[in-house]
């Protein structure tokens, strides 16, 4: 299989599965720089990306918009001086997705 990076978002659906536990372990390790944390009993993918200043965690911002739109799925970002954090889950199925998971290995790749 190609790696998570390369993979496409398949079309979510409302009634799509939400990965189990143990899916969510066995797909951590191609993510290491990435942790699960829980708002609201629903997982999230959040990583924090560090930058000199404020311009560069906007431009970096713009990126992971684009990326989004590209892929008609969507994060959380938050963006301040120096630091943008991302955050993935799946609305719809209020938790994770593979796509997910593909989402966060395309935004490591920006
Ligand atoms: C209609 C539109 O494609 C859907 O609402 C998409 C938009 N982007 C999304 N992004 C995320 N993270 N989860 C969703 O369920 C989702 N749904």
């Not at 398949?10 to 720089?33: M, T």
């Not at 906007?58 to 590209?70: I, M, N, P, Y």
């Amino acid at each position: 299989m190609s790696a998570l990076h390369e993979q496409q978002c398949e079309a979510c659906r409302a009634d799509a599965p939400k990965l189990s536990d143990g899916e969510i372990q066995e797909l951590l390790p191609d993510i290491p720089a990435w942790d699960v944390v829980t708002h609201g009993g629903i997982p999230i993918l959040t990583r924090q990306f560090s930058f000199k200043n404020f311009a560069d965690a906007l431009t970096f911002t713009q990126s992971v918009g684009k990326l989004a739109e590209e892929y008609q799925h969507h994060p959380a970002l938050t963006t301040e001086w120096g630091k943008v954090k991302v955050e993935w889950w799946t609305h719809k199925i209020k938790g994770l997705h593979r796509n997910d998971f593909v989402m966060a290995a395309k935004t490591d790749k920006l």
